[in-house]
């Protein structure tokens, strides 16, 4: 079995300022997937960024990056220069075995102005 | 092609109450996934199509709660008998084919339901 855990439910950045969310996993696979998605409020999830675990450098997309430690199982987003848009739930998703994913419960971030 | 598309957008059904909620994929994507997602839950698996054929269902899945995907185009889940335990934001999500979900999905905007 595959587990996903976000263990921080709520956090708040200063706009402009820097933020990182954690998500550890828990996977006996050795060839899988990771991803972050944003949800904001009654809109759809879109993908923030991927990770695949074969790759040691760490993925970045503008804004967005992660610090990814396979073996501690540690998948941290960091958000810079954060902006008002970015306030949204944050959820950590693995893939491994199959096609399916699995997600943590979520972060919920807010942006200060 | 406007993404994926899920219909209604809300349902409320009063317990006992049959309903059926509609996902459109992106054309070109031959999978089609559903999740549901309670409040402060992130969203959890159901069940996935290659193509017509279902390939997996989850365990979440009762036997009350059934999909469709006739042509490999749009999908029906249908959940017969509703119970207030069925309340919750019913996802849909497609991917391209030849990458499945390595490279993510592509989800719709939900159908949530209130059972009364």
């Known amino acids: 079995a595959q587990t996903v855990t976000q263990s921080q439910p709520e956090m708040s950045v200063q706009e402009a300022e820097t933020v990182t969310l954690s998500c550890t996993y828990d996977?006996?696979?050795?060839?899988?997937?990771l991803f972050w998605y944003k949800q904001p409020p009654s809109r759809q999830m879109i993908l923030v960024i991927r990770?695949?675990?074969?790759?040691?450098q760490n993925a970045t997309e503008n804004r967005f990056s992660v610090n990814f430690q396979k073996a501690a199982k540690s998948f941290s987003l960091k958000i810079s220069d954060s902006q008002l848009g970015d306030a949204a739930m944050y959820f950590c998703?693995?893939?491994?075995?199959?096609?399916?994913?699995?997600f943590g419960t979520g972060t919920r971030l807010a942006v200060r102005p | 092609d406007t993404g994926v598309s899920q219909d209604p957008r809300h349902k409320i059904t009063k317990r006992g109450q049959n309903v059926t909620f509609r996902c459109d994929p992106i054309?070109?994507?031959?999978?089609l996934y559903w999740y549901r997602q309670t409040l402060g839950q992130g969203p959890e698996f159901l069940t996935y199509?290659?193509?017509?054929?279902?390939?997996?269902k989850s365990r979440l899945l009762s036997d009350r709660f059934s999909a469709e995907r006739p042509k490999g185009s749009f999908s029906t889940l249908e959940i017969q008998r509703t119970e207030q335990g069925d309340s919750a934001m019913y996802l849909c999500?497609?991917?391209?084919?030849?990458?499945?979900?390595?490279?993510?999905?592509?989800f719709g905007s939900g159908t949530r339901l209130t059972v009364v």
């Open positions: 999500a497609s991917s391209s084919p030849g990458t499945g979900t390595n490279y993510g999905y592509t």
């Open positions: 996977t006996s696979e050795s060839d899988y997937y």
């Open positions: 990770q695949e675990a074969y790759k040691q």
């Open positions: 998703a693995l893939k491994s075995s199959g096609d399916k994913l699995t």
């Open positions: 054309s070109e994507h031959n999978r």
């Open positions: 199509f290659q193509n017509e054929a279902q390939l997996e």
